[in-house]
């Protein structure tokens, strides 16, 4: 980003440092988007891609720059969202957990190649900016096993399917149309999954996000009920169960719900097939008890409206929020501040190097009486 007359001005490709000749090609009322035209000095945070589809493959936008710069870029953007949205004059110090660079995506999206020639790959990804796909013979973001079937053009869409979801860890290797379900071992607990659902793409940082999820519910009273709400297939409620005997665990995807009630089993265990807005209205003994711990993840546009009047009126010890967007964490943040909770640590999670993308824990205390 660059300013030109008080106007954010974004450039793609461009690199902090970097001195360019860009063209204007969007304007819009606060903001504009340019491209480059030339590099008159380039940045010494620049660095060679390693992939040769990068600039024309519409998914990694940040391979031209040093990594430590990119975990940089993405702390600055957490703490800006948290001031400038959330109205946080001061945050905890935000810690950044790095990931492996290359070689850590394990859940990605192919799209098919229509009328392609023998010799070209059956999958590959949108090009940048267009609706046409480029067909690619390897991805270096992509899990080892991923990637060797790529090279060996092992991945084939399912009929009728233009898009298809791939999952590999180890030597599984999950693929729409072909084996969609499997076990895979996180942290030395299997977890049953379905390659069609969501379950994250990088099992490194899902590590060590589990390892600071699990610090955090350590400190709650394991005699009160635990809530894992927007849980799929119940990834942290399997850990959780650890510390807590009776756990709620809430999700609207009943393909994924099937799946976390094979994963989270006991007595204390309650699954709810609904929305965060019908549990919200639903109320439930643990609201009455109070909750010792609640973890939400929820999508990209954050809590619901009810969730987090609920959250505000009810009793929760801690708090753990796992977040892929800083604006909607920032928001519900400020929510939750509000209401009397305490902002105890904001971690910065890289899952997705290459990209802008971010994940975030923020975690948070009791509300005052």
């Known amino acids: ?59 990694c936008a940040w391979q031209h ?32 957990i790095s990931s492996p660079p290359y070689g850590y995506r394990n859940r990605i999206q192919f799209h098919r190649v229509a009328k392609r020639r023998a010799d070209i790959s059956p999958v590959g990804f949108k090009r940048r900016g267009e609706d046409t796909v480029l067909p690619i013979d390897d991805c270096p973001i992509a899990a080892s096993r991923i990637r060797t079937a790529l090279a060996a053009r092992e ?29 895979v071992e996180i942290r030395g607990k299997k977890l049953r999954i379905d390659v069609r659902g969501f379950f994250q793409s990088n099992a490194t940082a899902l590590e060590y996000l589990l390892d600071e999820l699990m610090s955090a519910a350590r400190s709650a009273d394991p005699e009160l009920r635990a ?24 999700e609207r995807d009943k393909t994924a719900l099937a799946l976390a009630c094979e994963n989270v089993r006991g007595h204390g265990i309650r699954h709810f097939a609904i929305s965060d807005d019908e549990w919200a209205r639903m109320g439930s003994k643990g609201e ?32 753990g929020y796992v977040s892929c967007d800083p604006a909607t964490l920032a ?16 971690t910065c ?8 993308h971010i994940e975030a824990f923020a975690v948070f205390g009791s509300p005052r009486p």
Do not use: W
Request: with cysteine; aromatic share 10%.
């Open 1 to 59: 980003m660059a300013r030109a007359d008080g106007k954010a001005v974004f450039t793609d490709f461009a690199a902090p440092q970097d001195l360019i000749r860009a063209r204007v090609v969007e304007e819009r009322e606060n903001f504009a988007r340019a491209e480059i035209v030339k590099i008159m000095e380039g940045s010494s945070l620049r660095v060679q891609p390693l992939c040769p589809y990068f600039g024309t493959c519409g998914g």
């Open 155 to 183: 991945l084939v869409p399912p009929v009728q399917v233009d898009r298809f979801n791939v999952y590999a860890h180890g030597d599984l290797l999950l693929a729409e149309g072909a084996t969609e379900r499997g076990i």
């Open 65 to 96: 720059l040093e990594y430590g710069a990119q975990t940089e870029a993405k702390t600055a953007m957490l703490a800006d969202a948290f001031q400038r949205i959330g109205g946080f004059a001061i945050t905890p110090p935000i810690r950044t």
């Open 227 to 250: 809530a894992d709400l927007y849980c799929g297939v119940g990834t942290f409620a399997a850990f959780l169960s650890d510390i807590f005997p009776r756990i709620d665990l809430v």
């Open 349 to 356: 999670y890289d899952f997705y190097p290459q990209t802008p």
């Open 288 to 319: 009455q008890e109070g909750y010792g711990f609640a973890v939400v993840d929820p999508p990209r546009a954050g809590l619901s409206t009810g969730l987090r009047n609920r959250l505000a009126r009810m009793k929760v010890g801690t708090l």
């Open 331 to 346: 928001r519900d943040a400020k929510e939750l501040a509000a209401a009397g909770y305490e902002l105890r640590s904001l």
